[in-house]
């Protein structure tokens, strides 16, 4: 069965840094998603891309972040100088939309800054 | 905020009873979808109720929405070990769009 991909799984950096995470969205989905857990907390939407451009963002997503579907296949979430508090799970999805609008995400990727 | 709470925070059931979470919202949506996580792991999407839809059903789940309360229920019957997660709601606004999630049920099932 069709699945996200997420590389990679875990991700060290520090402070001031910038890091780039990776999805493989489903092949034949339409929209992408980027979302963020920070640790014991709730689910929280940054952005929603379709089209090759951004359809919606939250007011997390500043300008120290930025997406890219550099071709056919990624979806990227760039920040630019990470934060302490830009630790979390950050979780790429996908959504056919056409009739199906179901969100299907990815396994995460844990970025921890120091 | 879009998104209510989710009731309980945590529910501990032993193996073969059935399991009720219940997600509460604020405004109109055009969806709501339920997802599973295991501890530390990824969502996994169980099942989507569109709002003009009041009962859904798969496997062992059934999910409720009613428009005029602004909730949804997912009803796990005869449980397992294995449906120990955490379950969330999310709501959508719209076709493609955002989703909103809730702080999730905590449940743990006992063999």
């Known amino acids: 069965e069709p699945e996200v991909t997420q590389t990679p799984s875990h991700q060290v950096t520090q402070m001031g840094q910038e890091v780039i995470l990776r999805c493989v969205p489903i092949s034949n989905h339409l929209y992408f998603y980027w979302y963020r857990q920070i640790l014991g907390q709730k689910v929280e939407f940054l952005v929603s891309f379709y089209n090759n451009e951004i359809s919606e963002k939250s007011e997390i997503f500043d300008d120290q972040f930025s997406v890219e579907r550099p071709d056919g296949s990624n979806f990227t979430l760039k920040i630019r100088s990470t934060k302490l508090e830009d630790s979390a799970m950050y979780f790429c999805?996908?959504?056919?939309?056409?009739?199906?609008?179901?969100?299907?995400f990815g396994p995460g990727t844990r970025l921890t800054v120091t | 905020s879009q998104q209510g709470e989710e009731d309980p925070q945590a529910l501990s059931i032993q193996e073969g009873e059935n399991a009720t979470m219940n997600c509460s919202y604020k405004?109109?949506?055009?969806?709501l979808q339920w997802y599973r996580q295991n501890s530390g792991r990824g969502l996994v999407h169980l099942i989507l109720i569109r709002s003009n839809e009041r009962e859904k059903h798969s496997g062992r789940l059934r999910v409720t929405l009613d428009t005029s309360k602004k909730s949804s229920s997912l009803l796990i019957t005869a449980s397992r070990a294995a449906d120990t997660a955490s379950y969330f709601c999310?709501?959508?606004?719209?076709?493609?769009?955002?989703?909103?999630f809730g702080q999730g049920t905590e449940l743990s099932v006992k063999p």
């Open positions: 999805a996908s959504s056919e939309l056409a009739v199906k609008y179901e969100q299907y």
């Open positions: 999310a709501t959508g606004y719209n076709q493609g769009g955002k989703l909103i």
């Open positions: 405004t109109s949506i055009n969806n």
